[in-house]
């Protein structure tokens, strides 16, 4: 079956005084006309995105399919986690999918990066996201229409417009969907009893040190781990900066210092917050209140 979809809008990049060409790749099904095209990529400068068809997801009797967003970056550039600190919040919009109950938009573990305006968190040269698709009806084909807006930066940053469309249905590429398994084994897992932790969160709490209020959060980490970082999601106007490991910890033991504003202190404790503990052996994801 073919699907029909809106006229599909070019990417806008903010470039001052410079005029950019952005590259299309459509696949169109034989025998159809133009807007039956599914528009699989684009192509801007410095940044590639694509949607990828993958079949459905494990196991084969699960309702849900899944799909990817793979995006590409020429070397030194880098785009942004779900919570990006000081970098550009990506966004998704499936309004004009076709068939569609629900798209869950799950992310790899990311890196932290420092510069001297601030820290970001986020991805450099290529990420694959996982995308687990509901139905509304099981019975019937789904076809994506996603709408996404993400940054790009090296040395300055550019927002990045794109729609891009798929039909579910179509064959699933056995590189794509390897790529795609490949990517869900680096979403971090849900922390919970029987679920490997190599790096794994312990407490957050509320300090004063000589330097004012901290957000100390403890976590764990198994023998041989390296690369270990935590991320915290917390409000935006909590202002929580990067974090510093405290000097003295127990044996496999880690305690981030996060400095918070005094304005910041009710905030943190209105809602738990989300916790993301990576390393070289696998990330685990927690939320927890701030006692």
Request: some cysteine; aromatic content about 6%; hydrophobic content about 40%.
């Amino acid at each position: 079956a073919m699907h029909r979809f809106n006229v599909h809008r070019l990417m806008r990049v903010s470039w001052p005084g410079a005029l950019l060409t952005l590259a299309l790749i459509a696949v169109q099904p034989s025998g159809g006309s133009a807007t039956d095209a599914q528009i699989l990529a684009y192509q801007a400068p410095h940044t590639r995105i694509r949607l990828l068809a993958t079949g459905p997801a494990e196991p084969p009797s699960s309702p849900r399919l899944l799909a990817g967003i793979e995006i590409t970056l020429e070397s030194g550039w880098k785009t942004y986690w779900r919570s990006p600190g000081d970098g550009i919040s990506p966004s998704f919009s499936w309004d004009e999918s076709a068939n569609l109950k629900a798209a869950e938009v799950l992310w790899p573990a990311p890196v932290r990066f420092a510069e001297a305006e601030g820290t970001s968190i986020g991805y450099t040269e290529r990420v694959v996201l996982p995308v687990l698709i509901t139905p509304e009806d099981p019975r019937r084909p789904v076809s994506l229409n996603l709408a996404i807006a993400y940054g790009v930066c090296k040395d300055i940053c550019m927002p990045i417009d794109a729609e891009l469309s798929l039909d579910m249905d179509a064959p699933a590429k056995n590189n794509d969907r390897a790529d795609v398994l490949a990517a869900l084994e680096r979403v971090p897992r849900k922390q919970q009893p029987g679920v490997e932790c190599p790096h794994r969160f312990l407490s957050a709490k509320l300090a004063i040190t000589d330097g004012g209020p901290v957000l100390r959060v403890e976590t764990a980490f198994a023998a041989g781990t390296e690369d270990r970082d935590l991320m915290v999601e917390a409000p935006q106007e909590a202002a929580l900066g990067a974090p510093t490991l405290e000097a003295q910890s127990a044996a496999g033991r880690s305690a981030y210092l996060f400095q918070v504003p005094a304005e910041g202190l009710a905030l943190l404790k209105e809602r738990p917050l989300t916790f993301t503990a990576v390393s070289d052996q696998g990330s685990c994801e927690s939320s927890s209140p701030v006692e």
